[in-house]
């Protein structure tokens, strides 16, 4: 069972914009924390950015502070990436995660993921 859908990747050129969705539509997760995650080939998934469930905690990598934007929907059960100037160094899978735990940025303090989209970003 799907827990979590997400949706908006694709290929962009180098300055461009997209704009992610992370969907439960099971409207399993709550009060949780709902984060993004990107991964390249041969590499650990790297946190991207973290929502609270009131939408009033915001935490951002350093690789994407000021040009990427995290939201929850008002029904809070979609959270939108929002991400500019994108570059070539932003090319990923981009999952969405559900959790709880003070350990926003690490992997483990999340139980439930989407499928991945794909991001790719040519100059």
């Known amino acids: 069972q799907v827990e979590l859908v997400e949706s908006g990747g694709g290929a962009v050129r180098a300055g461009d914009s997209l704009r992610l969705s992370c969907r439960d539509p099971?409207?399993?997760?709550?009060?949780?924390?709902v984060a993004w995650f990107r991964q390249t080939p041969g590499n650990e998934r790297e946190f991207v950015a973290v929502?609270?469930?009131?939408?009033?905690?915001?935490y951002y990598s350093d690789a994407v502070k000021g040009r990427f934007t995290i939201a929850r929907d008002t029904d809070k059960y979609t959270v939108h990436l929002q991400m500019n100037s994108l570059n070539v160094d932003d090319t990923a899978v981009y999952y969405c995660a559900a959790g709880y735990g003070d350990y926003y940025a690490d992997v483990h303090n999340y139980g439930h993921w989407g499928q991945g989209t794909q991001v790719t970003v040519s100059t």
């Open positions: 929502i609270s469930w009131t939408g009033s905690r915001k």
């Open positions: 099971g409207r399993l997760f709550s009060r949780y924390l």
